[in-house]
T-cell receptor, first 114, second 111 residues
Framework: EAGVTQFPSHSVIEKGQTVTLRCDPI?????LYWYRRVMGKEIKFLLH????????ESGMPNNRFLAERTGGTYSTLKVQPAELEDSGVYFC????????????FGPGTRLTVT | RKEVEQDPGPFNVPEGATVAFNCTYS??????FFWYRQDCRKEPKLLMS???SGNEDGRFTAQLNRASQYISLLIRDSKLSDSATYLC????????????FGRGTSLIVHP
């Protein structure tokens, strides 16, 4: 069974540019989560989808971040315009049901904003 | 005070040693608790859930102390392959199972 995949693995962009990260969850997993780890800090929750609906987006830093999950399959996280403090590793995770404690993480996208 | 606090370490131990990590959490209404393992530049992977009664999985034992609001992870007979960062994860109280991560404790097992 394929795991959670994320694309790209690395992205280096300049401040003010736009970047779109993609996450493909494990097939059949309705729950999809986005997290971010800034260097030296803990992993922080960004938002949670159940199928195509946003269940909880309390962790989104500001309106420069837009997440979508059209059709309830893969998800994208767009940062526009990117700022220096957006640099970090963005993880996606999925789980079969929301009360399932085991979330399966993707390998992450390392974003560097210069 | 951070929601989930861990000693960052590193814990540097020889093979075969027993090592224990603690993690404290601030929200007394937290419902579920986990230990994840993260290898360098890799994604976190669930190591084990932590139950009130304590639970064991091979060389790993997890304990929960609700009164003192801490969880622990004990690793017996450490292996070189146990070297990693161990993340304490506590779900936020409320209807949504949104985990709060600690910063992680680094373990280095040397020959």
């Amino acid at each position: 069974e394929a795991g959670v995949t994320q694309f790209p693995s690395h992205s280096v962009i300049e401040k003010g540019q736009t970047v779109t990260l993609r996450c493909d969850p494990i097939s059949g997993h309705d729950n999809l989560y986005w997290y971010r780890r800034v260097m030296g800090k803990e992993i922080k929750f960004l938002l949670h989808f159940v199928k195509e609906s946003k269940q909880d987006e309390s962790g989104m830093p500001n309106n420069r971040f837009l997440a979508e999950r059209t059709g309830g399959t893969y998800s994208t996280l767009k940062v526009q315009p990117a700022e220096l403090e957006d640099s970090g590793v963005y993880f996606c995770a999925s789980s079969q049901i929301s009360s399932s404690y085991e979330q399966y993480f993707g390998p992450g996208t390392r974003l560097t904003v210069t | 005070r951070k929601e989930v606090e861990q000693d960052p370490g590193p814990f540097n131990v020889p093979e075969g040693a027993t090592v224990a990590f603690n993690c404290t959490y601030s929200n007394s209404a937290s419902q579920s608790f986990f230990w994840y393992r993260q290898d360098c530049r890799k994604e976190p992977k669930l190591l084990m859930s932590v139950y009130s009664s304590g639970n064991e999985d091979g060389r790993f034992t997890a304990q929960l102390n609700r009164a003192s609001q801490y969880i622990s992870l004990l690793i017996r007979d450490s292996k070189l392959s146990d070297s990693a960062t161990y993340l304490c994860v506590v779900n936020k109280a409320g209807g949504s199972y949104i985990p709060t991560f600690g910063r992680g404790t680094s373990l280095i097992v040397h020959p």
